[in-house]
């Protein structure tokens, strides 16, 4: 019988990762790890190491465990949760199109890992590899590649190959996201202001070459033309900074601030870098920014979920993975 090609190929997906529980030491644990990844903090080990053990991880887990705890899920935490239900349905998908590919689902940081994954894809001869971070970013995309590499180069079968680096102006990934607020908006009426949220980045990063800000200016771009949408109904922010350093800009949070005293009562937030909900989306901008928008005299604030497992993004990220195929 001969075999066929989509039988010996594996897809990996791969999200950033999550604590196993929300509890002060599962998230020591997890943050450990995600904060010890010089793609995350480039400062010297030697430099950092003693700050993030003396005093970084002696005060935030427990903060970030009470944070973890406001949104997390009878099944678990969300990012993973999501993440397992768009692994089944891209199988399910891709199995319908005749594709008898296997799909694991891997994390940068935490369980289950890339590795852990590579041993469901065991003995496949082309691996197609898909971080599900939309626009590339060294401290993402290019992190992943790292735990790719250094997992790969442990097995003695090597695949070849495809990584699918990004998808910021993939048509299909637009059209899922205004799908997604199109959608919501029917439902539950419009805002005067749609604003388009995305993870925040050092801006020296931005400044060594990192494409990230230039592709998230193309995701936002590509999305309120879909829509259809004025420049003056919109806004593209940044959230989750960290640290000291400036950050790319104009910042979630102050901008939310600032909309209700230039007459903006109502506004909709959907945060197109996110593949799946979690405590970024969940917590600060569901919980944290919409506290800051009705502070500063805001009305309605109403958060759009994330792609998720919405079938429309399932069918973008299987046109992905089926344009990657041998």
């Known amino acids: 019988m001969t075999e066929s090609p989509g039988s010996r190929t594996g897809v990996l ?23 010890s ?51 089944n349905a891209l199988q399910e998908e891709l199995n319908q199109r005749g594709h008898p590919v296997r799909i694991a689902l891997g994390m940068r940081y935490g369980q289950p ?6 041993d469901e894809l065991e003995s496949v001869r082309t691996l197609i590899v898909l971080p599900l971070y939309p626009q590339f970013s060294n401290a993402t995309t290019a992190s992943t590649r790292d735990a790719l590499t250094r997992a790969l180069k442990r097995r003695d079968e090597q695949p070849e190959v495809r990584f699918i680096d990004h998808y910021a102006n993939d048509p299909a990934y637009l059209d899922a996201c205004a799908s ?24 020296e990063s931005v400044e060594q070459g990192d494409p ?29 900074r960290f640290g000291p350093k400036e950050w ?20 909709d937030v959907f945060c197109p870098g996110f593949s ?6 969940l917590e600060e901008i569901k919980q944290e920014n919409q506290a800051v928008f009705l502070a500063a005299g805001g009305q309605t604030f109403r958060y759009i979920p994330a792609l998720n497992d919405n079938p429309d993004y399932i069918l973008a990220l299987a046109g992905l ?3 990657h195929m041998p």
């Open 180 to 203: 997604q607020i199109r959608n919501f908006r029917s439902r539950h009426g419009s805002g005067e202001q749609l604003v388009l949220s995305f993870h925040g980045l050092p801006k």
């Open 276 to 281: 799946a909900d979690c405590l970024e989306t």
């Open 248 to 267: 790319l800009t104009p910042y979630t949070d102050e901008t939310l601030r600032e909309l209700p005293g230039a007459g903006i009562r109502s506004v």
């Open 37 to 87: 990844d010089r793609r995350v903090i480039a400062l010297s080990p030697l430099l950092w190491q003693p700050i993030l053990h003396g005093i970084v991880l002696r005060i935030r887990p427990r903060r970030s465990a009470r944070l973890y705890q406001k949104i997390w899920m009878e099944e678990g935490s969300p990012l993973l949760v999501y993440s397992q239900r768009q692994r």
């Open 13 to 35: 997906i791969t999200n950033l990762g999550t604590p196993d529980e929300p509890t002060p030491r599962a998230v020591r644990r997890y943050l450990a790890e995600f904060l």
């Open 212 to 240: 990230y800000a230039q592709q998230c200016r193309e995701t936002a771009q590509g999305i309120v033309q879909v829509l259809g949408l004025r420049e003056d109904q919109w806004h593209m922010t940044f959230q989750s």
């Open 113 to 118: 890992s890339i590795a852990q994954a590579l």
């Open 321 to 323: 993975i089926e344009r």
